[in-house]
């Protein structure tokens, strides 16, 4: 079997991936593409079949169960000013609609209440709702 039939096969395997993504078809194709590989070394249609196999099953049985966690992680880690939303503060300075003082996890940021009604007095609990450029607008956690 010529090595661009193993070829063929191994392109219209993995266009059928592209309709299930499902990452069995293109294990497969990447046998077939070793059976490519071998048939431009031996005529020997059963090597070349055997090597198409094994890389088939070694591919299904160890790579795509890598590439079936890395497809279905968690989003990624929150990063600056986003991870501080929700997180706990304490009430430093008087809060209220237009200013204040709070500590978030080691650091001192200036304050507003979520709820423009609210005033937080110092010693309150409080949870991040939002940022706005440097300052944290918060709202009484109850914790």
């Known amino acids: ?62 790579v795509r169960p890598i590439a079936m966690r890395h497809l279905h992680q968690p989003q990624s880690v929150r990063t600056g000013t986003a991870a501080l939303i929700g997180a706990d503060g304490l009430v430093l300075e008087r809060v209220d609609a237009h200013n204040g003082r709070v500590k978030i996890g080691g650091e001192i940021w200036t304050a507003r209440a979520f709820d423009p009604g609210a005033i937080l007095e110092p010693g309150t609990a409080v949870a991040v709702a939002q940022i706005d450029g440097a300052t944290a607008l918060v709202y009484e956690s109850g914790t």
């Open 1 to 62: 079997m010529p090595w661009y039939l193993w070829l063929v096969a191994a392109l219209i395997l993995a266009v059928v991936e592209i309709t299930s993504v499902n990452l069995v078809f293109i294990m497969l194709a990447a046998g077939a593409a070793a059976g490519a590989v071998v048939a431009t070394v031996t005529g020997d249609l059963v090597v070349q079949a055997l090597v198409a196999a094994v890389v088939a099953v070694l591919m299904l049985f160890i």
